[in-house]
């Protein structure tokens, strides 16, 4: 069985610009979370989709959205690019919303350069 | 309150070494303590996790210490292998509450040959 996949693994974009972030869960898993992950540092929580709804969203501002299709497939968006939005960008799937006896899985990333 | 707090930055040890990560959190709401190796240019994978019920868990090389009282816990690999060369995370979150991880600062370890 696939893993979670994640599209682009690399790109590079101008400070200003708008990119899409796209993850495909593992089959079944009906819960997609999204983190931040600074060179150096520990991935940080940005979204958690459940259902195609919204259950949770981590300390990032409105230029961070994301939605969560049909298909359980999400997209991560983020407007007007920073330096500092330079990051791993990691997917992560689970089968149910919660901790309770589920495992999250993390897809490989997607690393965004902002020059 | 948030922060789940990681020692030490990097570890190096030889072959057969025991080494241990350490962690300390505020939150008593966490209930759901995992640790993930991250090898480079892949995403976490989850090693090994315990909840605040149990003192001790093994799974493998791998053991999670947890002190509730101390709040806090760690990661012990027995006889380690070059292969466990990598950057560990320990995080925490509630259980039952949305999936929202808090990880630590990570440790980078070597096993030397």
């Known amino acids: 069985d696939a893993g979670v996949t994640q599209s682009p693994t690399h790109l590079i974009k101008t400070r200003g610009q708008q990119v899409t972030l796209r993850c495909s869960p593992i089959s079944g898993h009906k819960s997609v979370s999204w983190y931040q992950q600074v060179l150096g540092q520990g991935p940080q929580f940005i979204f958690q989709?459940?259902?195609?709804?919204?259950?949770g969203r981590g300390n990032f501002p409105d230029r961070f959205s994301a939605r969560q299709f049909p298909n359980y497939s999400s997209e991560l968006n983020v407007n007007a690019l920073l330096l500092g939005d330079s990051a791993l960008y990691l997917c992560?799937?689970?089968?149910?919303?919660?901790?309770?006896?589920?495992?999250?899985?993390f897809g490989e990333g997607s690393w965004l350069t902002v020059v | 309150q948030q922060q789940v707090k990681q020692s030490p930055q990097s570890l190096i040890v030889q072959k057969g070494g025991i080494p241990i990560i350490n962690c300390a959190y505020e939150n008593t709401a966490f209930d759901y303590f995992p640790w993930y190796q991250q090898f480079p240019g892949k995403g976490p994978a989850l090693l090994i996790a315990i909840r605040p019920d149990v003192s001790e868990k093994k799974e493998g090389r791998f053991t999670i210490s947890f002190n509730k009282s101390a709040k806090q816990f760690s990661l012990h690999i027995m006889d380690s292998q070059p292969g466990d060369s990598a950057t560990y995370f320990c995080a925490a979150s509630i259980r039952t509450g949305f999936q929202k991880l808090v990880f630590g600062t990570g440790t980078r370890l070597l096993v030397s040959p």
């Open positions: 992560a799937s689970s089968y149910s919303g919660t901790f309770s006896g589920n495992t999250i899985y």
């Open positions: 989709y459940y259902e195609k709804e919204e259950r």
